[in-house]
């Protein structure tokens, strides 16, 4: 058989092919991995959060937060380069808007008229009430065994 071989490397044609042409697989070898119990879980829809954060430590704003004072956390300035909307360091004077003169320092606060609060849209990390657990439900156990699950199935389909 080694003869006939066109490649020597291992794993090349290792195993004769059936009749049909077909090859098979070879079966993993060892113990089957469990079976999950606890069943297909529901989608968790995540919802987006609009805000508007500090440049500086990522603390989200009320929607009605004045912007001329400081960050309630760090103490940042507010009213900057840095928190504004319109602030992009790739363009002239890192502002889309067409300013008169470079600011200086970004991260200090200015008295520019285009100045507007840049506002982020985020994941929701709380969980929704939408979403039912079988601990939430008293009267649902969760099932203990594969075998507890297989008669919790049977029961829902039996005629």
Do not use: W
Request: net charge positive.
């Amino acid at each position: 058989m080694e003869g006939d071989r066109k490649y020597r490397q291992r794993g090349y044609m290792d195993y004769e092919t059936p009749a049909g042409g077909e090859r098979e697989r070879p079966k993993p070898k060892g113990p089957r991995p469990p079976i999950d119990v606890t069943g297909p879980r529901l989608p968790r829809m995540v919802e987006a959060v609009t805000a508007a954060r500090c440049y500086n430590c990522a603390t989200p704003f009320p929607p009605d937060m004045d912007f001329s004072g400081n960050c309630p956390k760090c103490g940042a300035e507010l009213h900057c380069c840095k928190q504004c909307a319109f602030f992009e360091p790739s363009t002239r004077f890192q502002c889309t808007k067409p300013i008169p003169a470079r600011i200086p320092y970004k991260d200090r606060a200015n008295d520019c008229q285009f100045f507007r609060p840049r506002v982020t849209v985020a994941r929701d990390s709380a969980p929704p009430s939408s979403v039912i657990r079988m601990s939430d439900r008293p009267d649902i156990a969760a099932p203990k065994s594969a075998a507890d699950a297989r008669l919790a199935f049977d029961r829902l389909f039996k005629k």
